[in-house]
């Protein structure tokens, strides 16, 4: 009987030593993400997001590693690489169950980035078959996500910086207006929405200030 209750200790342990391990990593490549500042930082950070989501079965580290490639696909002159391994670590996270519906909304929001990333990319192209099609895309999925939790900020995050960039295009004041309120929004729900889990990814405050800033409002 001791020998088992040894046994126990000993597994109880070790996985808790491994999570506070993955953690660590996770906590660098975030680190590493933030500290970057061209396509090859952001694949430094990748790399190591990469390492984390192997080691873990947590759906966290595998939403980092979509959104940071989402994000070097901007930087990139072949964006759809990158998006499409976005789009392969976002399918992992859309694969595991017991997600709850504010997690939900985040993977779904981050799915709506990936598909706005890909109709822009397209429409400044002038694709405008392809153009469409993600964006009825990104719509969709941006709806899923404000069905799963309304008090997501990076819901009213994207309304506004797909508002302002359609103002800024057509030269329309009123798309200029409703994008400052949205992130005037968004701004809010992130404060009240405090979390305590350091690891989780609440990105996108740091956008508010310069889509506000180029559509010429705010302070």
Do not use: C
């Amino acid at each position: 009987m001791k020998k088992f209750f040894l046994l126990f200790l000993l597994i109880t342990w070790f996985a808790g030593s491994s999570q506070k391990s993955n953690d660590s990593k996770l906590s660098s490549a975030i680190q590493t993400f933030n500290d970057a500042n061209d396509v090859t930082g952001m694949l430094a950070s990748i790399s190591l997001f990469k390492e984390a989501t192997e080691a873990s079965k947590n759906w966290i580290p595998a939403y980092w590693t979509s959104f940071a490639y989402s994000q070097t696909g901007r930087l990139s002159d072949s964006p759809n690489l990158y998006y499409d391994s976005a789009q392969y670590y976002l399918d992992k996270v859309l694969a595991i169950n017991g997600l709850s519906k504010e997690e939900q909304s985040d993977v779904h929001v981050l799915q709506s980035l990936i598909y706005g990333l890909r109709s822009g990319g397209y429409w400044s192209k002038g694709d405008r078959e392809n153009g469409l099609k993600f964006s009825n895309l990104d719509s969709e999925a941006l709806t899923k996500a404000i069905q799963l939790n309304i008090e997501n900020p990076r819901i009213y995050l994207l309304s506004g910086t797909s508002l302002i960039s359609d103002g800024l295009r057509n030269r329309d004041a009123g798309y200029l207006l409703a994008g400052g309120q949205m992130l005037e929004i968004a701004k809010a729900k992130y404060e009240a929405n405090k979390l305590t889990n350091e690891l989780y990814p609440d990105w996108g405050k740091g956008w508010i200030n310069f889509w506000m800033e180029r559509a010429k409002i705010g302070d």
